[in-house]
């Protein structure tokens, strides 16, 4: 899969080069999906990770960069130096799933024959590596957090000083980050160097990158980033107050078929390979359907872990024509991908079963 000069291209407001090879434009100038035909391993490497930012990647400078835990949730504010949290704290590393709440928004908007505002996401918006960092709660521990507290929220160092809110029991989780380096490596500035937030299971939205500040606060926090934006926004989900829906925290169960879209295959035997997902569950069972066929399990090719997607893969000899491949994923808990997903404004969270458009080419003549 070596990428050649001319695949390769630099773009305004991204500091990695984009390959077109690996990498799909969504054309905002700031947002790039992975290619789900190009997936080799279990973990995206960080060249070929998928790219969400809502202002350009900063340059920041780690020997000036700091890091102040305040708000009337903690005992006494504390900052950090790049160093201390290297040095001060237990690292650990865990492998976790990152995607967009807005994954599949394109594909959503043809199910309902709308247009949606927002990042036009095909099915991209999704990568899994492995981080390494301090919990956060060794950092809050160390500002002292009140018993009263009930929300905390990172803050970035970007632009638009992206921020979003979560609550103090997820902020105290055991695999809840800051972490500092990305599969091996001290993060990438678009991954968020120097320090970035890995809120496992939760849409990509609450894992801010370029962290600069935490805020604790002792009362609920209403920012944009969930009262307006990355919200359920529809008819089942009513607005209370500022929050026009119901935000969105935890990501449902989803797949995705290691194939182009639309795909084209030879009349021969093919091992269909894909990844399934489930938030903060673990992924229990994968089902397959040909041409909206009877169900058959797929075969789980990972031992499967919460927050990160499971691999999978099925035999096949498909005849010419035209075909589907619909993929069923269910979690742990009996969570399972359903066949249609009703309208909201955004296009969020769309994780219906989707029918794969294939196209088996004929045999050429000997």
Sequence with gaps: MATSDAAVSTVPGVVKPISDEFMEDTGTGLDFGTRADRMPGRLTSND??????????????????????????????????????????????????????????????REHGRRIAGTPWGRGAVSTAEWTGVRLRDLLEAAGVRPDAHDVMPVALDECRARRPMSLDKALADDTLLALAMNGEPLPPDHGYPARVVVSGWLGAASIKWVGAIEVSRAPIQVPWNTEDYVLIGPEHPAHGPVLGTPINALPVTSLVELDWPARLEPRPQLVRGRSFAGEQRIASVAYSIDRGPWREARLTDSGEAGAWTRWDFSWHPEPGEHTISVRATDDTGRTQPAHVPWNRLGYLNNQILDHPVRVTAKPAS
């Design 48 to 109: 070929h990770f998928f790219v969400r930012s809502h202002s350009p990647t900063p340059r920041i400078d780690a020997d000036r960069w700091s890091l102040r835990i305040g708000g009337d949730g903690v005992e006494a504010p504390v900052t950090f130096g790049y160093d201390d949290l290297w040095r001060a704290f237990p690292l650990v590393s865990v492998t976790r799933t990152i995607e967009c709440a807005g994954n599949r928004r394109v594909l959503f908007g």
